[in-house]
């Protein structure tokens, strides 16, 4: 009982779109950013934080609240992508002068070139939990597939990395 | 399972005690799967270091659209009220009103007085009510009652949101669901109340816009059509 009025207490304060926008936004940008890219992601991210206002109401006590902002985010990406006729694939994910001091058989830009040649579900499932640092279960709830096919996917995305990874290195 | 499907999951810390046990387990004995995942290990760790840095801009610009009011008719809020209202009042009519005879001739003059009999209430009420589906939906063969009743509308300075009319019963009526600001409300009603008009103020005092505060406003027209 506590912990349910501790709970309703925290929504309570919670609900206040200036503050969450505030706590929220810029992994909410980030998250815009990686997929409809830099250039559209204040728009996507305001769009975001507007629909999360007109949305308020519908959240639900013990939900993550950055998950649930990540979601509305998603769709809107979708929205955008989808009248701009853009995929995520078409946004640069990484930064290609960055070497990788951990390893010597991986340079950036062959693993760009292999992360565009994965499904688009694929690519999903790697953005979610690799970039956007979710764990199984939220990158799931976002991607509205359960937590099992979200590790198949990382699974298979992984499995095809390697096996691009190693025919661009031979 | 295939210990190999279990890898990525084992390597995130996604794996429950058995089944990373299990990895681990395979794993000693298996030169290979340590290279797939020690391989696995530095894909994820090339994606994290790689990934194109992002300096999040916008914010001031999203704090100030988020505190601005939301809707020029009136609040967001009154839209799925008014969208309720006016869809009970176009798909069946209010149930209250009266009922038959298109073909009466109207007064020239409107509205006429008509006994105010109808009780105040909500949308909520009016959706709550049992209307009676025999009503007719037009409103275009009501002019120039429509015409007089949009203008006097604009010259409130209220927006239409819906109008439906009634043609059963002995004095036809025209309904209006409309919003205009609060601070006209008060002279509206005096203006409405010499009109003989049916009105109820609805959900008044909710919100604010750039003209001041918004009211919602339904209003039943009763024309005489009889001496």
């Known amino acids: 009982m506590l912990q349910a009025i501790q709970g309703r207490s925290f929504i309570t304060e919670s609900l206040d779109i200036g503050q969450i926008a505030r706590d929220h936004y810029d992994a909410v940008f980030r998250f815009c950013a990686r997929r409809v890219g830099a250039d559209a992601a204040a728009d996507v991210t305001q769009e975001t934080f507007v629909t999360a206002q007109r949305a308020l109401k519908a959240f639900r006590a013990g939900s993550s609240l950055k998950t649930w902002l990540l979601g509305i985010a998603n769709n809107e990406c979708r929205r955008h992508s989808r009248s701009r006729r853009r995929t995520p694939q078409a946004v640069d994910l990484l930064d290609v002068e960055v070497p990788n001091p951990e390893s010597t058989w991986i340079s950036t830009s062959s693993l760009q070139l292999a992360l565009k040649r994965l499904k688009p579900e694929q690519l999903e499932a790697v953005l979610l939990v690799e970039l956007d640092g979710l764990t199984y279960e939220e990158a799931a709830q976002i991607a509205g597939v359960p937590a099992g096919t979200m590790k198949s996917r990382l699974h298979y995305a992984f499995l095809n990395l390697r096996h691009s990874l190693k025919g661009d290195e031979e | ?227």
């Not at chain 2, 009042?89 to 003059?109: C, K, T, Y």
């Open chain 2, 1 to 227: 399972m295939n210990i190999r499907e279990n890898l990525k999951a084992y390597l995130d810390g996604e794996l429950n005690a058995p089944d990373r046990a299990e990895v681990e387990e395979a794993l000693k004995s298996d030169p290979a799967l340590q290279l797939e995942l020690q391989q696995m290990k530095e894909i994820s760790q090339s994606l994290r270091g790689a990934a194109n840095p992002v300096n999040a801009v916008g914010l001031a610009a999203t704090l100030e659209r988020l505190a601005k009011p939301r809707t020029s008719l009136g609040p967001r809020w009154l839209l799925p009220t008014g969208l309720a209202a006016t869809a009970i009042l176009a798909i069946f009519g209010a149930g209250w009103v009266l009922h038959s005879n298109r073909d009466m001739p109207f007064q020239e003059e409107i509205p006429m007085p008509m006994a105010n009999k109808h009780p105040r209430g909500s949308v909520r009420n009016l959706l709550d009510r049992k209307v009676d589906a025999r009503w007719n939906l037009a409103v275009d063969n009501m002019d120039p009652w429509k015409s007089k009743v949009d203008s006097l509308a604009a010259s409130w300075g209220a927006s239409v949101i819906a109008r439906s009319s009634s043609e059963a019963g002995k004095d036809p009526q025209l309904i209006y669901l409309m919003s205009l600001p609060t601070s006209r409300m008060e002279s509206t009603a005096a203006k409405l109340k010499d009109l003989g008009a049916t009105q109820l103020p609805l959900e008044r005092d909710r919100t604010a816009d750039s003209d001041g505060r918004e009211s919602l406003l339904l209003l039943i027209l009763s024309l005489r059509t009889s001496s």
